[in-house]
T-cell receptor
């Protein structure tokens, strides 16, 4: 079956540091890939997505590139802010006209200290 | 404003007392789904619905029921809750090949 493996947390960084959260996937076929963010007390919000190999998703200074050869979708940001503190989930979906459910990684808690 | 609304947001109850968590979306989406979020496990799908009167099991359906009598509503029913159903629950909806919209979550504690 499909699966997503992402970097264990928690991750603590200083403000303006460079962020990488690793994500790799296993899927039969060509999934679409997503990063969702969950701020304290809130639901999941879509942060960015990529639908095919070599696509780069970007939003709010975050970027991730769909790498088919390494089955990866690592999240990066050049300079993090305190407001980026949240839990980040990598996820995939296979479009098969059936139960196109999201398969999630376990989540990575990110804390940014001033 | 596009919304997925869950109620209640928080609930503490006791083993065996039936409860229902409501979910409503205002986007006329066909696909709706319930997930539970547990530490170290991420989100796992409980049930989903492709359209009105069409529901099916996800990965962890045991102990849960759902119904889809109207397009906008997709309640999650725990007929006889047990402590292992203590979790954070999310409802989501989607249309076509678009990403899912999530509700703000319902935190259930079963004592």
């Amino acid at each position: 079956g499909n699966s997503v493996t992402q970097m264990e947390g928690p991750v603590t960084l200083s403000e303006e540091a460079f962020l990488t959260i690793n994500c790799t996937y296993t899927a039969t076929g060509y999934p679409s890939l997503f990063w969702y963010v969950q701020y304290p007390g809130e639901g999941l919000q879509l942060l960015l997505k990529a639908t095919k190999a070599d696509d780069k998703g970007s939003n709010k200074g975050f970027e991730a590139t769909y790498r088919k050869e390494t089955t990866s979708f690592h999240l990066e940001k050049g300079s993090v802010q305190v407001s980026d503190s949240a839990v980040y989930f990598c996820a995939l979906i296979m479009w098969n006209f059936g139960n196109e459910k999201l398969t999630f990684g376990t989540g990575t808690r990110l804390t940014i200290i001033p | 404003e596009a919304q997925v609304t869950q109620n209640p947001r928080y609930l503490i109850t006791v083993t065996g007392k039936k409860l229902t968590v409501t979910c409503s979306q205002n986007m006329n989406h066909e696909y709706m789904s319930w997930y539970r979020q547990d530490p170290g496990l991420g989100l796992r799908q409980i049930y989903y619905s492709m359209n009105v009167e069409v529901t099916d099991k996800g990965d962890v359906p045991e102990g849960y029921k759902v119904s889809r009598k109207e397009k906008r509503n997709f309640p999650l029913i725990l007929e006889s809750p047990s402590p292992n159903q203590t979790s954070l629950y999310f409802c989501a909806s989607r249309q076509g090949g678009q990403p899912q919209h999530f509700g703000d979550g319902t935190r259930l504690s079963i004592l």
